[in-house]
């Protein structure tokens, strides 16, 4: 009788531990006849490439990545010398990267700006690297780069507003100021390695979404953050907190100029290799939660991160919510400023213990300060990167 009551709990912790469905340990899918398939193996992944595409809430991934690296003592492919991006607008090429030696060295993490060049980049990356980058609707985006990048590029500073830019693109684009204009036009093309002015060509555009399905594990989509978190969450077997942001680079509701409904049509043609690119990835977003969330796990976890997340606001920031330039106590946590946006920063509250206190400057901390933070870490001998604020710790916080 013993012997049968051992040989039963044995078979009940087996099967216990056997459907334990821990984040750590294991990923459910869903079969494509909607039926829940036998689990597969999951262990987080610590060798991730991210392609930082512009305006497409990818600084707050950044945050998150940095973040990632700094509590697993991983290696970030950082900007060589006095740069915060790896080589942009250039195509990349490894000399980019600080430090990096044709043989013997991968890192663990790459997602500062680049071009992306897939060749190059894999010499920098382990093999069994995870790609992924992020998209964003056109039409927001296009206005959101017209406000922020309005003194950059020439064709936006040619025109009074981003209405009057698209009425008549060409009378502001001009190609000879093509480097110039890479954010007036197809930008993410451009930063997936393309030509943003290449015709609009079926083959040619089927070619290039096929040719970035075979570069890119996962592309997530801008205008569903949270969702792309949870799916990210899964697909590189991280926890809830790896997840968890504040919004980083974002700017005040009063430099967002409103698009007429014929301005919006006019993204869509105007910049129609964009267009066609996120609809692509929007169409395989929503097909790969169904095949591996699932709608109503989705919702739960997403609900589950947006609670943490106010748990953390209330933890963390003294106004609950993230302020003005003008309004931000701490100017080393001022993000960098650019054309006629606000870009909103955080405060923290004051009495916070030392642990939580830097816990919570990571999550607030704006790009240049991370990468210039953890350019110095990495690279203790180096001259640091230049920065127009003081650093967010002491010499002796950083020892």
Known sequence: KSFLFVSLFLGLAFLLGFFHTDNESRLFWRSSSGLLASPAPCHARTNVMFLKTHKTASSTILNILFR????????????????????YPERFVTGFVENFQSQGQNYNVMCNHLRFNPSEVRKVMAKNTFY???????????????????????????????????????????????????????????????????????NYIQAILEETEQNFHLILIADYFDESMILLKHALCWDLDDVIYFKLNSRSNETVQALTPESKERVKTWCSLDWKLYLHFNRSFWRRIEETIGLEELEKEVNDLRMRQRDLMETCLSDQEAVVRTH????????????????????LRQDLDNDTLRNCQKMVMPELQYTSYLYSRQHPHKKRKPLAFPMPWSSSQNS
């Open 68 to 87: 990632f690296s700094e509590k697993h003592s991983l290696t970030v492919a950082l900007p060589a010398d006095q740069l915060f991006h790896l080589g």
């Open 328 to 347: 931000i106590k701490d100017k080393a946590l001022l993000p960098f400023q650019s054309g006629s946006a606000d870009i909103l920063g955080y405060n």
């Open 132 to 202: 992924f980058s992020i998209v964003r609707n056109p039409v927001a985006l296009l206005e959101s780069s017209y406000v922020y990048y309005k003194n950059v590029a020439p064709a936006f500073s040619r025109s009074k507003d981003v209405n009057e830019y698209l009425a008549s693109p060409l009378k502001y684009y001009h190609k000879e100021d093509y480097w110039r204009n890479i954010y007036a036009r197809n930008n993410m093309w451009f930063d997936f390695g393309y030509d943003n002015n290449a015709e609009d060509d079926e």
